[in-house]
């Protein structure tokens, strides 16, 4: 027992996984509870047709709905036996056969957010279940939590996963309460920084008891967070709602606002049936890139004029991704003179004095050479438009 419990308190969260920010996909945004072993065989099959898969998206997590109403008489979690009627280990080995990872999800409380089965007090025994069916990745929420230490949770949990001892990316989802991003990295490989997204790009959706964000409110929540991500333990700003009724626009400037913050990129639209435009965005490799970058730093607002956001991000090799966002609702001019904006990011102790270094500029959407630093660079953006440019030095 002594020995046992010693050994309980030395666990600490599997190292060397999510050195990037996870990609993947999830089920919630689109299918809430209406899941079932058909649909991720599908998303798995379009994982891979669709050049997801190469793009850099492995991880495909089952949210909340996936087990039973109530546990066996061993206290076990059951899969719902209508939806996954041979089990959640035929799911995950089939998913482990494309090539893909597999995620479940659970809550920290003693109920689901939607009424099933939490971990409270199965810890130890849920971990062990999630080891068993070849679980790589695990989503903890945090309904049903009164009366709980949200630390004390997450801390069980990632020990728990831990002595279960099968690699699992361990995602925290307190929804950034107790501000996990002060006392998480190392319990988690990420933690939400925020209550749920909504599928729209500046708006509050009010739930009665809650409110879910908009893309600008949730990206407007990120300041001063950025010090804390880094390679295996990363702010999660949510899931993406890229295709999920924002405009082509607007699914260009939300995938970038989340590349350009290191977040995880999680798709939570209908890959089996998304259109070119959209296939276009979430495969966007130049922007994944950004988003992948080794340094693993953050991004940052720079400046914020008339209506038009710029953000930075420093990247390897002395590279930077510079981009410009329109927020308004109407069309909006950009001109920006680099050889005037010396370019500081006090965090990390960096600065881009493009008066004193040439840069090439590229247009990560365009996929086009725009240039370089010694030309004011000029654009007109549409309604939620975004522009991003990449900044490679340009060598003497």
Request: glycine fraction near 8%; charge should be neutral.
């Amino acid at each position: 027992m002594i020995v046992l419990l010693a050994l309980e308190m030395k666990a600490q969260k599997f190292q060397g996984l999510a050195l990037t920010p996870p990609m993947g996909w999830n089920s919630w945004n689109t299918f809430q509870t209406n899941i079932s072993e058909q649909l991720v065989k599908e998303i798995a099959d379009s994982m891979v047709s669709s050049g997801m898969k190469a793009a850099g998206y492995e991880y495909i997590v089952l949210d909340d709905g996936w087990m039973a109403m109530e546990r066996n008489k061993q206290g076990d979690l059951v899969p719902d036996p209508i939806k996954f009627p041979n089990g959640i280990k035929v799911v995950a080995d089939y998913v482990h056969s494309k090539g893909l990872k597999f995620g479940l999800y659970n809550c920290a409380g003693t109920k689901t957010c939607a009424g099933y089965p939490g971990t409270r007090g199965y810890e130890y025994q849920d971990a062990r279940f999630y080891a068993s069916v070849g679980t790589d990745y695990l989503k903890f929420d945090w309904c049903s939590s009164d009366g709980i230490n949200s630390k004390e949770a997450y801390n069980t949990m990632s020990k728990a996963l831990t002595l279960a001892g099968r690699p699992i990316v361990f995602s925290l989802c307190e929804w950034g309460g107790t501000k996990p991003w002060e006392w998480a990295a190392e319990t988690g490989h990420l933690w939400r920084t925020t209550g749920d997204i909504f599928s729209c790009f500046d708006c509050v959706k009010n739930n009665g008891t809650w409110n879910a964000w908009g893309v600008v409110q949730i990206m407007d929540m990120q300041k001063g967070l950025r010090k804390y991500a880094g390679a295996g333990h990363w702010n999660d700003p949510d899931m993406l709602e890229v295709g999920n009724g924002l405009t082509d626009a607007e699914n260009r400037s939300h995938f970038s606002a989340w590349a350009m913050l290191a977040a995880p990129l999680i798709a939570g639209n209908d890959i089996r049936t998304m259109n070119a435009a959209i296939k276009a965005v979430l495969t966007n490799q130049e922007i994944i890139d950004i988003n992948q970058d080794k340094t693993g730093i953050q991004g940052f607002v720079y400046s914020f004029a008339d209506s038009v956001e710029t953000w930075v991000k420093p990247l390897s090799n002395n590279e930077v991704a510079v981009c410009f966002l329109n927020r308004s609702v109407k069309p909006a001019a950009v001109a920006f003179d680099w050889k005037v904006n010396v370019i500081t990011d006090s965090v990390f102790n960096l600065k881009y004095d493009f008066s004193a270094a040439k840069y090439a500029v590229k247009n990560v959407w365009s996929h086009k050479e725009e240039g370089n630093t010694d030309k004011t660079y000029k654009v007109s953006l549409l309604p939620h438009d975004i522009v991003v440019l990449r900044l490679k030095p340009v060598k003497k």
